[in-house]
């Protein structure tokens, strides 16, 4: 039984991609999953609806991941396709969620 869930788990790992560290998991599955999926692929129902990116593609710095979490994001028509979802957070679990969100980047290619 347990060898049956462990395998269970572990190929759930590899379909599901690597996770950010259990810390900052806590929050983005709180906070963030809804819309970019525990994959970070934005492959939810929600996260179609709103259009939301695929994090293994962002290429924002932190200073502009940390501003999309304290503000959410706008459109250039100004319509909302990010809430605010770091208004009660402290900068620690804000810093949490920006590690969470650049786990899901590919590591850089070797030169």
Do not use: Y
């Not at 190929?11 to 525990?38: Q, R, Y």
């Not at 934005?42 to 999309?68: C, F, H, N, Y």
């Not at 503000?71 to 949490?96: C, F, H």
């Amino acid at each position: 039984m347990v060898f049956r869930l462990l395998t269970i788990l572990g190929l759930m790992g590899v379909w599901l991609g690597p996770l950010p560290a259990a810390e900052e998991a806590a929050g983005f599955e709180n906070l963030c999953a809804s819309c970019h999926g525990l994959d970070g692929r934005a492959r939810t129902p929600q996260g179609r609806k709103m259009k939301a990116r695929d994090l293994k593609e962002s290429r924002l710095t932190d200073v502009e991941i940390e501003r999309q979490i304290k503000e959410g994001s706008r459109n250039k028509t100004g319509v909302s396709v990010m809430p605010p979802v770091g208004r009660e957070l402290t900068d620690a679990e804000i810093r949490e969620l920006v590690r969470a969100v650049k786990a899901f980047r590919p590591p850089p290619r070797q030169p």
